[in-house]
């Protein structure tokens, strides 16, 4: 009964914009961390943000500032991610993923995944 379920994704054009949504079923975020990651084929999984449990902190990698932004509705259950001003490079697959710990916490810490979904920009 422990799961991430992820929603939007896609083809978008160059310069638009996109959103992400990651619902957990079972668990709550006072609890866990939300973190979401893509990765593009032949290329490494990286980290785009997270969001802290219990106090909801959010962390952004610095390569996404000023385009991307994540986000967090308690009331919904539910941790969001906006991205805009797309480019070909951002052309991944996208996951949230969820770990018993705080941001500050390696990789590793993230055990439970989200489906994942495509995010495809191109004209």
């Known amino acids: 009964q422990t799961q991430l379920v992820q929603s939007g994704g896609g083809l978008v054009q160059p310069g638009g914009s996109l959103s992400l949504s990651c619902a957990p079923s079972?668990?709550?975020?006072?609890?866990?961390?939300i973190a979401w990651f893509r990765q593009a084929p032949g290329n490494k999984r990286e980290r785009i943000s997270c969001?802290?449990?219990?106090?909801?902190?959010?962390s952004l990698e610095y390569r996404f500032k000023g385009r991307f932004s994540a986000s967090r509705d308690k009331s919904k259950n539910t941790v969001y991610l906006q991205m805009n001003s797309l480019t070909s490079g951002d052309t991944a697959v996208y996951y949230c993923?969820?770990?018993?710990?705080?941001?500050?916490?390696?990789?590793?810490?993230?055990?439970?995944w989200g489906q994942g979904t495509q995010v495809t920009v191109s004209s």
């Open positions: 969001v802290s449990r219990n106090d909801g902190l959010i």
């Open positions: 079972g668990f709550h975020l006072d609890d866990y961390s």
């Open positions: 993923a969820a770990a018993p710990s705080y941001c500050s916490g390696p990789d590793s810490e993230f055990r439970i």
